[in-house]
């Protein structure tokens, strides 16, 4: 049984948490764009294909919180200049 959903603030990431397990799912919004694009009948069940399982761990949660996506993080080179002391 779902307790709880957690939308990742980018729109494409849910993380669905159930009694004794979460899944972190993909969700793909030009997916669900081309599909009404061609005028495609949704049915009972919504669109198939829309949601890709990435992730499926066996713990029990009992919040949840979005830190950061790791598609965001850029290396930064930090350079500290050597001094050439005589």
């Known amino acids: 049984m779902i307790q709880n959903i957690y939308w990742a603030d980018s729109g494409d ?3 669905i948490v159930s009694n004794s397990s979460f ?3 993909k969700f793909s919004r ?3 764009s081309s599909y009404l694009d061609c005028s495609k ?3 009972e069940k919504g669109i198939l ?5 990435l992730n499926e761990t066996k713990e029990r949660v009992q919040s949840g919180l ?3 996506d790791i598609r965001e993080l850029k290396p930064k080179i930090l350079i500290k200049p ?3 002391c005589i």
């Not at 294909?49 to 399982?53: L, N, P, S």
């Open 13 to 15: 990431r849910v993380a």
């Open 23 to 25: 899944k972190i799912l």
């Open 30 to 32: 030009d997916f669900v």
């Open 41 to 43: 009948q949704i049915g």
């Open 49 to 53: 294909g829309v949601f890709e399982i």
């Open 66 to 68: 979005w830190v950061r």
């Open 82 to 84: 050597i001094s050439k």
